[in-house]
């Protein structure tokens, strides 16, 4: 599979998209993937996510925009350049896997390979389906006689067999149950290694997406918010819709107070959450400079930078905690905790190991932050929006 | 029992489907991918035959094509040829007169295929032309083979316009239909029993037959 891929270092074979709509629909944003990298696009339904994928695809011509793959322009509407989705060589699953309900799996296969002779077709279809790992005895099956599982499967060997310089997954395991999920993982972390071309996984499972993805592309309401590793976006949310988008529990408000006597560093007032009070914490926090002394914001703090202490608060770095509510699940611990000095915040951490056991709800604990980690951020305003 | 008129039947039921099942497919699969203003009433247009009495539509078709009028009088002048009253003329008005029951059943198929289905044959790098072969076709067939069954039978079956059109010539006219009523009104009612149950035979028989073949089909799904 990989003579016409690996064709001796020719040209750049990455992605790079931008797309600015804004009618019928709202769609934009540029980024840009790399051979070999797997780029998952996250967001809400509604969120443009699947709308890319087309527009990479070819399905949908978008009002201004330009796609090039792999040194080759696919569109350009500055130029006037529009290559018709038959002639774009990019393998797309389909999020119901758009399997031919009439042709086997080995003939939906071999469909891509139509201007080969039928003979080589087979064989060569046969080889994607044992590459994908299908059962040789399911080849003639039709895809009614297979389980969500193996008809993912059947469509990734025909995205494959259409030999693609970009490969395209929507929403590819949300018909798959948990058990088949995992197996495919495997299979779509195999071919990352064998396939040096760009992958796009539109996903709404932020799980799935940091087991799978190399990057980030966080969309919401047709534009791109924000893009980067997943633990750069953890760690520093753009906005607090970001934030949300990919699930930071540990969010909250407060008031920048200003800088202070260490270069780089300012004062954070922790608030309390919702009625947005004022309380007796003060943070020292990194300080980018990008904030006026007196602004509201919100912060966001990762929660392997908080360490939760087994006794009362002690020094004056130490914030005193009452466990609130535990969670045991299987293999972790889910806590939530209510901060003795500012009513209404509470910590929510995942703990795992030996510091499971002790905890029982009303326990009096105390935590440590690690400040540097605190990421903060202004309230994001309609102006910020536009 | 007029073999002559059984065997013009058939003929005209066969020539019919060979020119409605080409501009049917193309006209139903037209008007289940496309979206344009005034849509409806090309539908209605196609549908009007259904609802029409056989007898109006027989007139109107007299009246545009005979001799007499424009169109009738440039093709006997250009191409020597009468589109009234003989076998042309009823195949004309047979063509007409089935579009509702060729096109809606093929137009009902096409939608019915799931849009992604297109979309992953063109992702597949498949043109229009393979696409149509290897994957519409395939799945519109049933709906196809219905409405073949149902264009023939009904062109065996038809009278009215028949009679408006092309009167009752022996062997250029004179269908099977036309003829069992011939024969009820010459009181030979044994002659017309025998067509007439031959004619509910082959119906009953074209329609079981295309039953059959549609649940097998889907069976196969």
């Not at chain 1, 466990?323 to 293999?331: G, N």
């Amino acid at each position: 599979m990989s003579e016409a891929m690996s064709v001796a270092g020719s040209a750049d074979r990455s992605l790079r998209i931008e797309v600015d709509q804004h009618s019928p629909m709202r769609l934009s944003g540029a980024f840009g993937c790399a051979p070999g990298e797997l780029l998952a696009l996250v967001g809400p339904s509604g969120a443009g996510k699947t709308s890319m994928l087309r527009v990479l695809a070819g399905l949908m011509r978008p009002q201004a925009g330009r796609v090039v793959v792999g040194g080759e322009v696919w569109n350009d509407t500055a130029a006037g350049v529009f290559r018709p989705v038959r002639e774009r060589r990019v393998g797309l699953v389909f999020q119901h896997y758009a399997l031919m309900p009439h042709l086997s799996a080995i003939d939906n296969v071999a469909l891509p390979l139509l201007q080969q002779p039928r003979l080589l077709r087979q064989a060569q279809a046969r080889r994607w389906l044992d590459h994908v790992g299908l059962n040789a005895a399911l080849h003639g099956r039709r895809p009614a006689q297979l389980s969500g599982g193996e008809q993912q499967r059947v469509a990734v060997a025909r995205a494959l067999a259409r030999n693609p310089s970009l490969l395209l997954l929507d929403e590819p395991f949300s018909a798959v149950d948990q058990m088949n999920r995992q197996a495919l993982y495997q299979l779509l972390a195999d071919l990352r290694q064998q396939l040096a071309i760009p992958i796009l996984l539109v996903t709404h499972d932020l799980n799935e997406a940091r087991l799978l993805a190399d990057r980030f592309v966080v969309m919401d309401a047709g534009r791109v918010l924000q893009q980067g590793t997943p633990a750069s976006i953890y760690q520093a949310p753009r906005n607090t819709r970001v934030a949300d988008l990919v699930g930071i529990r540990n969010r909250f408000e407060g008031e920048w107070l200003g800088p202070a006597d260490d270069p780089g560093w300012g004062w954070l007032r922790w608030h309390s959450g919702g009625s947005g009070t004022a309380s007796v914490v003060r943070l020292k926090v990194r300080d980018k400079g990008k904030l006026a002394a007196g602004q509201n914001v919100h912060w966001v703090v990762p929660g392997d930078a908080v360490t939760l202490l087994d006794r009362a608060a002690q020094s004056p770095g130490e914030l005193g905690v009452t466990v609130t509510e535990v969670r045991q699940l299987a293999e972790i611990t889910m806590a939530t905790l209510g901060l003795r000095d500012v009513p209404g915040a509470q910590l929510r951490l995942t703990l795992s190991g030996r510091q499971r056991s002790q905890l029982a709800v009303g326990a009096q604990m105390a935590v440590q932050l690690e400040l540097a980690m605190v990421h903060v951020m202004p309230v994001r305003t309609t102006a910020d929006a536009a | 029992m007029d073999w002559q008129a059984l065997v013009l039947s058939l003929e005209l039921a066969s020539l019919t489907l060979v020119v409605l099942l080409p501009a049917g497919l193309w006209l139903g699969r037209w008007l289940a991918y496309s979206e344009f203003p005034g849509k409806a009433w090309i539908e209605a247009l196609v549908v009007l035959p259904l609802v029409l009495p056989p007898t109006v539509l027989g007139y109107y078709l007299l009246v545009s094509l005979g001799a007499a009028s424009p169109v009738g009088r440039w093709v006997a002048q250009n191409f020597d040829v009468q589109l009234s009253f003989n076998f042309a003329g009823l195949l004309i008005a047979s063509v007409v007169f089935n579009i509702p029951f060729m096109v809606q059943p093929v137009q009902r198929a096409f939608m019915a295929i799931p849009r992604d289905l297109g979309e992953a044959a063109a992702v597949s790098g498949l043109g229009l032309w393979q696409t149509f072969w290897r994957v519409e076709l395939p799945l519109v067939w049933p709906g196809v083979l219905s409405a073949m069954v149902l264009t023939f039978v009904h062109t065996l079956g038809e009278f009215g316009v028949v009679l408006m059109m092309g009167g009752s010539i022996p062997g250029e006219t004179r269908t099977i239909a036309i003829a069992i009523y011939d024969r009820v009104q010459a009181f030979d009612m044994v002659a017309a029993d025998r067509m007439a149950l031959l004619l509910l035979l082959l119906s009953l028989l074209a329609v079981a037959a295309s039953f059959f073949a549609s649940a097998r089909l889907a069976v196969r799904r």
